[in-house]
């Protein structure tokens, strides 16, 4: 065990190569995400949202792939977050350029379940390193952005799908991906490496609001109006697809099953919500789901933990009393 | 010396076996709520899991203790060192209980099921409750750190009695 620890220890220490970008941590990720003037009491990404509630609806597809109970036919509830990219609460809704969906399952008190997903299929580039420069570069402007794509080729595919993405009207017309895959594991122990997706069943024309809040504005109507409803589909890897690279879609061919329908039935501000309290850590998962070795998503745990510390202390040094949902 | 003088063969084991399991702990602690690497999430789980161990191992070690005979301190210690010895020693022991009642509690209340190296999992909140869980983590935090100094000052104090004052206390666990 102890050798195990010290390998760990001395981990960091190793070099990867002479153009390996320098290893940040979870803090400094943090506070590049924060910014200057942090938002106190709100996440450090995505913090602008709004709490949805509703169920899952299984129809059994995905029960043979893997354990998870919510898989097996029959309607498990869900807390949720619609949310845009971003270290603002208050930001202009349209304004964002990725929209985002988190979802908790908490089908037991040993199986629960967190989803993040984003408007992107795809990450622009594949460690967390990397990524960090990424953000530098947006933060810096069009002309960083722009070199830094330039010296980063696996940015190809999200620069294609950048391109053609037209933002739509709703978060309920909205394509929602997992980014990174997983593993189902049935019964028997057998792994298949997935991505997943929520699927719209609704398109919506781009909205033409100038209110900061036309999306939440939206969405809560069309929710008071009805129900909201995606497909739960997942793409199930093949052995030429690396479950490993998050910049890399899998081919159109790849099988799909549709596992069920997610199906909202609420909304509510976030600061009165079930959402604002929790942590929507991709990496808390059932039995029945496991993480790849997708080096984005294992730094998904050590970032997502301290931005929640962060607002968690600043809420119970009280930075939220009084505060409405601006 | 004489038996006497020597801790037990039991309290020795659990002495050593947990040093080295705290050390383990900590350093894993430190290191994962900062690293961003893709082996960060095998070492939280490690982490969570060998909490269970400690919690079970420290439950254990008091019972064996409070059956044993301790060595007696040198008579002509002063009444002072006797005192923060005394005191330091269940320091210790009400952090190697508080630290994984803590660290499984801001788990709890943060909606995180605990996975027993597979064999079970420890059962979280339904409702995630951030107040709870702020506290929990703050506490677990800043007991870290109460732990990592009082161990300082345990080894300070061994190495203090060995080579200065020249007395049996250090072999006495040896």
């Known amino acids: 065990m102890r050798a195990l620890y010290l390998a760990l220890l001395l981990a960091p220490a190793v070099s990867f190569g002479a153009d390996a970008p320098p290893k940040v941590s979870a803090q400094q990720f943090v506070n590049l995400q924060q910014g200057d003037s942090a938002f106190p009491g709100f996440r450090r990404a995505h913090a602008k949202g709004i709490c949805i509630s509703g169920e899952f609806q299984a129809n059994g597809q995905l029960a043979d792939y893997s354990q998870a109970s919510l898989f097996k036919a029959g309607s498990t509830a869900f807390i949720g977050r619609l949310s845009i990219a971003g270290n603002n609460p208050t930001a202009p809704d349209l304004k964002a350029p990725v929209r985002s969906m988190a979802l908790s399952f908490a089908s037991s008190r040993t199986e629960q379940w967190r989803l993040a997903m984003n408007t992107p299929p795809v990450m622009a580039v594949a460690d967390p390193h990397t990524f960090y420069q990424q953000i530098q570069a947006i933060q810096a402007g069009p002309a960083a952005i722009k070199q830094f794509f330039a010296d980063h080729p696996e940015s190809d595919e999200f620069r294609a799908w950048a391109a053609q993405y037209q933002p739509s009207g709703s978060f309920a017309a909205e394509t929602y991906h997992s980014i990174n895959a997983f593993y189902l594991i049935n019964a028997d122990g057998k792994q298949q490496a997935v991505r997943w997706a929520m699927q719209p069943t609704v398109a919506v024309a781009a909205n033409a609001s100038d209110e900061a809040d036309a999306l939440q504005q939206e969405i809560a109507a069309r929710v008071a109006a009805g129900k909201v409803v995606f497909d739960w589909v997942f793409t199930l890897a093949d052995a030429a697809d690396d479950e490993t690279n998050p910049t890399k879609a899998w081919p159109d061919s790849r099988q799909q099953i549709t596992a069920g329908q997610l199906v909202v039935t609420g909304t509510t501000p976030q600061l009165e919500g079930d959402c604002h309290a929790i942590n929507f850590d991709p990496l808390v998962l059932p039995s029945g789901i496991a993480a790849t070795r997708d080096p984005i998503l294992r730094a998904r745990s050590a970032a997502y933990a301290e931005s929640y510390r962060r607002r968690a202390k600043e809420q119970l040094q009280g930075a939220l009393e009084g505060s409405n949902n601006e | ?174």
């Open chain 2, 1 to 174: 010396m004489s038996n006497s003088d020597r801790f037990s063969l039991s309290m020795r084991l659990f002495h050593w076996g947990m040093a080295a399991l705290v050390l383990s702990m900590v350093a894993a602690g430190l290191l994962m709520v900062t690293s961003l690497q893709p082996w960060q999430l095998t070492l939280l789980n490690i982490h969570k899991a060998f909490g269970v161990v400690a919690i079970l191992l420290v439950m254990a070690r008091l019972i064996n203790r409070l059956r044993h005979k301790l060595p007696a301190l040198p008579h002509e210690l002063p009444h002072w060192q006797k005192t923060v010895a005394r005191a330091s020693h269940w320091m210790l022991y009400f952090l190697l209980f508080a630290m994984p009642l803590s660290g499984y509690l801001m788990q709890y209340y943060a909606g995180r099921p605990i996975d027993i190296f597979g064999w079970f999992r420890l059962p979280a909140a339904l409702q995630v409750d951030i107040h709870y869980y702020a506290l929990f983590r703050e506490l677990h935090g800043w007991m870290a750190v109460a732990l990592i100094s009082l161990i300082a000052l345990h080894i300070g104090a061994a190495l203090y009695h060995h080579f200065i004052r020249k007395d049996d206390v250090l072999k006495s666990m040896l």
